[in-house]
Every structure is written in structure tokens, then in C-alpha cells.
């Protein structure tokens, strides 16, 4: 079975500074690799994918992730954080296309001044 | 990528009712995903709707507590029967994008009383 483990429950930075958010997945195959962003209050956007090809991924609003296929990860940076970063991420991974996404528990991005 | 309408964006209801939650698609899918998020958690699959056949529902979710419907191709409903406070949730449709990777409905907040 797939799973997704985002150690960092919180993470605090100061605006301007780098943000990096981890994730591990667990699954047997290539995954498809996700990572969504969620404001206060608001639907899931989403950042990035990855499916195949070249294993660093450039999103929006300046993101971009790296998939590793030894370390099973998809960290997620971000060079410079703005105050509007602050949200909830996710990281998601699936089987193949039009199946179900598995979500890790979410990283919690605090912004400060 | 697909549109999603999901309604209604929250509801309070009151323990013992149902409600039911509809999300329309711009476009043709053939899977659309039903998720849930309890508060301050991440989000977890509670069944896939296939037009055609009866949904296909993860462990701990059964069909006489969380009915679905998939009439066509862009449509879908999640009723939510006999509310208990612990449904409180955000209830969200999600369908695949292909290349544009899958996209959620802005969701629907749920408060039982």
C-alpha cells in the first residue's frame, strides 16, 4: 500500500528566507508525486506534479521539488518565502493516473516578519 | 484543467439529518473522488464513484453512512446520513486532470450541532 510521511508538523521561517518541506513516500513503483497548497479556509491548489522525466519539477509561485528515487523523497523549496506562503501543505502520491491519491499528514508553514 | 462547482461551500445540520453535497465538473471524467478532512488533519479517501457502478468505498467508510451517486460523467453526490457531531468535517470532490494533475472542489465545511 502507498504512504506519505511529512515529518515537519510546523515549520516557522522568516520572510525572505529559504523554505524547504519534506516528504517521504513509501511505494513500490514509480509514484506520481503531488504537493497542494491549502490557505486558511480554502480548497486544495495545486504547486507541482511529477510523472516522469526530469526528476526536478518547477511549479508555482516560485516552487519547485526534486524527486529522489534511492531516498524515496519529494522535498518541496522554495528559495524566498513571502508573507502570502503561509499555508498548509501537502504532499500526495499515486498509483497511476485516475487512481486515488494517498496524502501525508500535511506541513503547516508559518510565516514570519 | 477540469472545473469543479461543489455545493453547498458549508452547512450547520443538526445531529440525526443528512445532507447531501453536489460537485459538478466542466468536462467529461470517469473517476471522481470523494475525500474527507477532519479538523487540523489531513485529508482521507472515502470512496471513488465510477459513472456506471456502485461507488467503491476505503476501510472504514460503508455505503449506508456515506451513499453516493454518479448519474453521468460530471456529475456526483456524497450524501452524509444520521450526522453525529464527529462528522464535522470538510468534505471535498476531487477528480483526475491527466496532465494537469487532480483537481479539488473548494470544498464543503460541515458543523454538526
Known amino acids: 500500500a502507498q504512504s506519505v510521511t511529512q515529518p515537519d508538523i510546523h515549520i516557522t521561517v522568516s520572510e525572505g528566507a529559504s523554505l524547504e518541506l519534506r516528504c517521504n513516500y513509501s511505494?513500490?513503483?514509480?509514484?506520481?508525486l503531488f504537493w497542494y497548497v491549502q490557505s486558511p479556509g480554502q480548497g486544495l491548489q495545486l504547486l507541482l506534479k511529477?510523472?516522469?522525466?526530469?526528476?526536478l519539477v518547477q511549479g508555482i509561485k516560485g516552487f519547485e521539488a526534486e524527486f529522489k528515487r534511492s531516498q524515496s523523497s519529494f522535498n518541496l523549496r522554495k528559495p524566498s518565502v513571502h508573507w502570502s506562503d503561509a499555508a498548509e501543505y501537502f504532499c500526495?502520491?499515486?498509483?497511476?493516473?485516475?487512481?486515488?491519491?494517498?496524502f501525508g499528514g500535511g506541513t503547516r508553514v508559518l510565516v514570519k516578519p | 484543467s477540469a472545473v469543479i462547482s461543489q455545493k453547498p461551500s458549508r452547512d450547520i445540520c443538526q445531529r440525526g439529518t443528512s445532507l447531501t453535497i453536489q460537485c459538478q465538473v466542466d468536462s467529461q471524467v470517469t473517476m471522481m473522488f470523494w475525500y474527507r478532512q477532519q479538523p487540523g488533519q489531513s485529508l482521507t479517501l472515502i470512496a471513488t464513484a465510477n459513472q456506471g457502478s456502485e461507488a467503491t468505498y476505503e476501510s472504514g467508510f460503508v455505503i449506508d453512512k456515506f451513499p453516493i451517486s454518479r448519474p453521468n460523467l460530471t456529475f456526483s453526490t456524497l450524501t452524509v446520513s444520521n450526522m453525529s457531531p464527529e462528522d464535522s468535517s470538510i468534505y471535498l470532490c476531487s477528480v483526475d486532470g491527466a496532465n494537469y494533475g487532480y483537481t479539488f472542489g473548494s470544498g464543503t465545511r460541515l458543523t454538526v450541532v
Open positions: 500526495a502520491v499515486g498509483n497511476a493516473a485516475g487512481n486515488k491519491l494517498t
Open positions: 511529477y510523472f516522469s522525466g526530469d526528476t
Open positions: 511505494y513500490g513503483a514509480t509514484p506520481y
